[in-house]
T-cell receptor, first 113, second 114 residues
Framework: DGGITQSPKYLFRKEGQNVTLSCEQN?????MYWYRQDPGQGLRLIYY???????QKGDIAEGYSVSREKKESFPLTVTSAQKNPTAFYLC????????????FGPGTRLLVL | KQEVTQIPAALSVPEGENLVLNCSFT??????LQWFRQDPGKGLTSLLL?????REQTSGRLNASLDKSSGRSTLYIAASQPGDSATYLC?????????????FGPGTSLSVIP
């Protein structure tokens, strides 16, 4: 089955701790994205990557970091610099090259202890 | 700057009613508009995608229209069912970006009461 997986489903962060959210896709898509969703708001873009070993900041990149070492994987690290990390995080992928719609993973909910 | 709004923020209807969800966007320079469904605590599922040259798209009980010049789209749901209860988001792809950029509205939370 082709698709996007995210893990874990729930993640708890202690103050001052960095945590990493996993996103994997087997759709052979070039482009991948991370969004943050807060209650009553639309999705806001954190980072995106159009190709392996390249990524760009989105609208709210401060306090987050990413890597794209493999085509299938685009992990997101929420650093201690992100002061309000509690949110629902969604990963997406698309064919890229302005050609396709985005497909979404099931999401990870991050909570602060 | 492109902005997407959705009205109402929440809607509650009895089962069997036909209903309309509204989406507005400020810049008509778009490649397409897409409607998504999101169940609580889940990811987004694409429902309908309308290219900028199209006026509407249909899938089963769903019909989406696009009036690009006025910056509006509607999602019509016929004969609503409790299983339609979810949040519905619209999103536009603006012209002039180097990647598959999508701008989302805040969503309309729909409850269909049995």
């Amino acid at each position: 089955d082709g698709g996007i997986t995210q893990s874990p489903k729930y993640l708890f962060r202690k103050e001052g701790q960095n945590v990493t959210l996993s996103c994997e896709q087997n759709l052979n898509h070039d482009a991948m994205y991370w969004y943050r969703q807060d209650p009553g708001q639309g999705l806001r873009l954190i980072y995106y990557s159009q190709i392996v070993n390249d990524f760009q900041k989105g609208d709210i990149a401060e306090g987050y970091s990413v890597s794209r070492e493999k085509k299938e994987s685009f992990p997101l690290t929420v650093t201690s610099a992100q002061k309000n990390p509690t949110a629902f995080y969604l990963c997406a992928s698309s064919i890229g090259h302005q050609a396709g719609t985005q497909y979404f993973g099931p999401g990870t909910r991050l909570l602060v202890l | 700057k492109q902005e997407v709004t959705q009205i109402p923020a929440a809607l509650s209807v009895p089962e069997g009613e036909n209903l309309v969800l509204n989406c507005s966007f400020t810049d008509s320079a778009i490649y397409n508009l897409q409607w998504f469904r999101q169940d609580p605590g889940k990811g987004l599922t694409s429902l309908l995608l309308i290219q900028s040259s199209q006026r509407e798209q249909t899938s089963g009980r769903l019909n989406a229209s696009l009036d690009k010049s006025s910056g509006r789209s509607t999602l019509y749901i016929a004969a609503s069912q409790p299983g339609d209860s979810a949040t519905y988001l619209c999103a536009v792809r603006p012209v002039g970006t180097s990647y598959d950029k999508v701008i989302f509205g805040p969503g309309t939370s729909l409850s269909v009461i049995p």
